[in-house]
């Protein structure tokens, strides 16, 4: 088989597979509660046996976080990494990183999941990044839940809760903010404002919001003089929401969320084999703009009726995403030209578009008794219908920018896909005493899936072929729960979870489907006040089981999905808040997780024992936050944090291409004055002493799989902004 042949066949295999707890301070409190609705009730976040970590919307703005990347550090478990801009995002909790491109932590808005629950959509790599302007508040659940929020979270859950309008009173929030990034192309800004309207006393009121902001680049091509500051972006999102509460019994609650990101580049840096950044130490290598435009249409509508006895709610979603990504993949497949050629023809350029759809329905309806019964229960039944596109193009370009007769188009792809399931939940607890209670859950979920595989081009064969699957899943948790007193609780949880498997590629001797992969928790926390809420500690230990996990594998030289290898993820996490004084909290997160594989996975080269990818050992951090009176009605705040993280692998640590990310340590400080209740001047400051540390660091390897270069992923440079906010 000559190199070209070979070549095309490793091509096409490649295109066809590609997706082929901790409490915070300053969350949103009730009579010194922090309120949560992680079991699909409201309750204190210290009465749920679940580690579960919670951060406040406005604390976002007053640090100056505009996404996932700025806040996951005070999140013990967490840690995200982007592909150069929010949104490009993968998320890991736990030490469960996605082995292929499906996600394997939750997003959910409100009261529904978000993202494709199909193994075609890339999920994995691309991750809704919700502004903060209009959050009133994240919720972070640690281990599967795939009881009550099923599908594709066995490393957890990322919960988004919304603002919702407020019958009772009119009130407008507005702010402007001006930031600067070190080596930055200018000043990037922001605008915000929401507006909450009460239309009939205590029945009816709707809210609406609007945010706009725009981020300088700071990122060089040494391959292309126009590619310069190229990672620019500019976000904008919108939101209007209507509550109406006839009676007292029943509420209707509608809303509609619009997000678009639209950016020039990546945020990518690169460096040769050794180490050593090229170009000015924040450059990358690219020819062509690797530009990623995302929009999100969100619409629900949420019925609840409390019948006394129980409380019916109905939740009803419909999303839309369209996200669009160009890459650079000239160091891939350009550099291989005069192997594909005859004669040969000189290296060339090979821009790589992709473009993903997805539209979603769900439906979730549930009946709940009233909470604080001695015995409390949930029944529910939920549906969601997927529909989604995987569209792939890759040109071929000499070095002047002109197609190659012959090679252009080098491959067209295209994967649709459908994703249709329906399943049925309960979840109790039993309160036997007044110390001593015991929640339990169950889930059913049947999926069906279908797609089709088409292709066209140079090298990747005319093919048009259909494929689909079925499977059921069955889920469970158990958490006894000890009250040492109203302020202390010890719990237990054994809980879990599935990631949906699917039709795969169709080539010869691939099975047809992919099967699920599974996660099994076992978890002991501690969640306690002391003296009043002088000190407070949350602190699980945990032991998480993945089998039959998703991998890609090599049939005979040709790519497609598999299930394959154990890993097991241990270790304990945790936080601890001190209020020495009124006004002062003084806070610890931390995390040591121990991620490794379980026996040998030869499909992505790993060995027993092997750390797995994307997953710090350890991650930290230490918070001061003061909050003080000024006189005259005015009050200030200032508040300093650390984090940090040691090193993560790009891939399981045997596999030849791993490249092994520097830790990081980030100082964040932030500061405001509010006067009369109504102006606030904030003042921001992150990564203040311009760490060098990197979020994630991979090898780039040819269409040989022979390394090429390095691609970093920093810790973006020093970022200080002032801002200036309305509230009346």
């Known amino acids: 088989m000559n190199k070209g042949l070979y070549f095309a066949a490793s091509m096409a295999a490649l295109i066809a597979a590609m997706p082929a707890q901790a409490q915070e301070p300053g969350a949103v409190e009730a009579a010194g509660e922090i309120v949560v609705t992680a079991q699909k009730r409201v309750q204190n976040v210290q009465d749920v046996p679940i580690s579960i970590a919670v ?25 995200v990494s ?33 993202g494709s629950s199909a193994i075609y959509n890339r999920a994995g790599a691309f991750t809704i990044d919700l502004m903060p302007y209009d959050l009133e508040r994240i919720e972070v659940l640690k281990g599967p839940q795939g009881t009550l929020y099923g599908a594709s979270s066995i490393g957890g859950l990322v919960k988004y809760v919304t603002v919702q309008p407020n019958t009772n009173a009119f ?9 600067a990034i070190k080596g930055g192309d200018g000043l990037g800004w922001g605008a915000q404002v929401m507006v909450n309207v009460p239309i009939v006393q205590d029945k009816l009121a709707v809210s609406g919001s609007f945010a706009w902001r725009s981020t300088p680049g700071w990122v060089d091509s040494i391959n292309n003089a126009a590619l310069k500051d190229q990672n620019d972006y500019e976000q904008r999102g919108g939101r209007a929401a209507l509550l109406w509460t006839p009676t007292p019994e029943f509420s209707v609650k509608l809303a509609g969320i619009w997000q678009s990101l639209d950016s020039d580049g990546n945020g990518l840096y690169a460096a040769d084999l050794t180490g050593a950044r090229l170009g000015d130490g924040r450059s990358f290598n690219n020819f062509v703009p690797e530009s990623y435009d995302v929009d999100l249409d969100y619409y629900s509508a949420t019925l609840d009726y409390d019948f006394g006895a129980a409380t019916l709610t109905s939740a009803t979603t419909y999303s839309k995403t369209q996200s669009a990504q160009v890459q650079d993949a000239s160091y891939a497949f350009g550099v291989l030209f005069p192997f594909l050629t005859n004669p040969p023809i000189a290296p060339g350029i090979t821009p790589f578009l992709l473009d993903l759809g997805l539209k979603k329905w769900t439906q979730e309806v549930r009946l709940a008794s009233p909470s604080g019964g001695r015995f409390e229960w949930l029944i529910g039944g939920f549906f969601t219908d997927e529909t989604t596109s995987n569209a792939q193009l890759v040109r071929s370009f000499d070095m002047a920018g002109n197609p190659i007769p012959g090679l252009d188009p080098l491959a067209i792809v295209g994967l649709p896909a459908t994703y249709k399931e329906y399943a049925i939940f309960g979840n109790g607890t039993f309160k036997l005493s007044e ?20 292709s066209s081009g140079a090298i990747v064969p005319q093919a048009d072929d259909p494929g689909k699957s079925a499977e059921s899943v069955f889920t469970y948790s158990i958490s006894p729960q000890f009250h040492i007193n109203d302020d202390a609780m010890l719990y237990a949880r054994l809980a879990t979870g599935y990631r949906p498997g699917g039709p795969n590629v169709i080539v010869p001797n691939v099975p047809p489907t992919v099967d699920a992969d599974r996660m099994k928790n076992y978890e002991i926390g501690l969640k306690a006040d002391f003296a009043d809420r002088l000190v407070s500690v949350d602190v699980a230990l945990f032991l998480m089981d993945w089998t039959d996990i998703q991998v890609v594998r090599s049939f005979g030289g040709v790519s497609g999905g598999a299930n394959g290898g154990k890993a097991r993820s241990k270790g304990i996490e945790g936080s601890f808040a001190l209020r020495p004084t009124p006004g002062l909290t003084i806070s610890a997160t931390g995390s040591y997780t121990d991620a490794t594989l379980s026996e040998d996975v030869p499909d992505i080269s790993g060995a027993d024992g092997d750390r797995l990818p994307a997953v710090p050992k350890f991650s930290g951090a230490l918070r001061a936050d003061y ?24 891939l399981v640590e045997s596999d030849p291409l791993v490249a092994t990310a520097k830790p990081y340590t980030s100082v964040d400080l932030n500061a405001s004055i509010t006067f009369n209740d109504h102006w606030t001047l904030r003042a921001y400051a992150r990564n203040l002493l311009d760490n060098q540390g990197e979020m994630a660091r991979s090898t780039f390897a040819n269409g040989l799989n022979q390394p090429s270069f390095l691609g970093i992923s920093p810790l973006q440079p020093r970022t200080v902004g002032v801002a200036l906010d309305l509230a009346f």
């Not at 919307?57 to 478990?77: F, H, I, K, N």
């Open 435 to 454: 110390h001593f209670e015991i929640t339990g859950g169950l889930r059913w979920a049947r999926n069906k899936q279908s797609f089709r595989q088409i």
């Open 55 to 79: 951060v406040n919307g406005e604390e976002l703005q007053q640090q100056g976080s505009a996404s996932l990347v700025d806040y996951a550090g005070y999140v013990p478990g967490m840690n």
């Open 82 to 114: 982007n592909s150069g801009t929010p949104g490009q995002t993968t998320i890991t909790l736990r030490g469960v990183a996605p082995l292929n491109s499906s996600q394997t932590v939750g997003i959910y808005l409100d009261d529904a999941p978000v």
């Open 627 to 650: 909050e003080f009176e000024l006189g005259g009605g005015n009050k200030g705040s200032f508040g300093a944090g650390v984090r940090h993280a040691s090193n993560r692998l790009s």
């Open 171 to 179: 009130s407008v929030k507005a702010g402007v903010e001006g930031f």
